[in-house]
């Protein structure tokens, strides 16, 4: 592993670090992990030739991290402050799930490269996968089914509570600033 997967994999970890402390739910929130995912992307993606049970391997982990994302997702803590602006804040089980998947990767890939190997090829051949490509572009799979599900969920969650917001503010009576105008 070079010093890059090191940064970038811990960059991954360290995103829902950061959102243990409250932040504004807005689109913007997610820039930071949007970005980290488009430079693994350019340099992890590598045009690949799947082969016998290549397509099922990215679809496993691609699954897992959706399924990871969600849970993430799904546990934050969103609410509204005096202001009526939405905030969010990742709590244990969004933490716990992240953790796991992000660090499920980065242990793989330290495992493959120091001492696991030949296990890992041996894996591979029983198991009809073409080689290293193909776990790195599973594993990667696998992230960006991670980040980009938390982060839909967490902006469906912010979309749903701004539409609520609306209608409940569409229902409440319509009251004139100025109570004595009505009097007269």
């Known amino acids: 592993m070079s010093v890059t997967d090191y940064v970038i994999d ?15 739910l807005t689109p913007r929130a997610a820039l930071l992990p949007l970005a980290l995912l488009a430079i693994a992307g350019i340099i992890y993606l590598r045009p690949v030739t799947l082969g016998g049970n290549d397509l099922a391997l990215i679809g496993i982990l691609a699954a897992a991290g959706i399924v990871l994302g969600t849970l993430s997702g799904m546990a934050d803590r969103i609410w509204r402050d005096e202001q009526r602006r939405l905030w969010f804040r990742a709590g244990a089980v969004s933490v716990i799930a992240w953790v796991a998947g992000m660090g499920f990767r980065f242990g793989f890939a330290y495992y493959a490269y120091h001492g696991g190997g030949s296990a890992v090829a ?31 969920v967490l902006q469906i969650r912010r979309v749903r509570a701004l539409s609520q917001n609306r209608a409940t503010h569409d229902e ?12 007269s």
């Open 10 to 24: 811990i960059l991954l970890i360290l995103v829902i670090f950061r959102a243990v402390r409250p932040h504004p």
């Open 122 to 152: 041996r894996f591979s051949a029983q198991h009809d996968l073409s080689g290293a490509s193909i776990w790195t572009t599973a594993l990667v799979g696998m992230a960006f089914g991670q980040v980009l599900a938390r982060l839909a």
């Open 172 to 183: 409440m009576p319509q009251r004139p600033l100025d109570a004595s105008r009505e009097r």
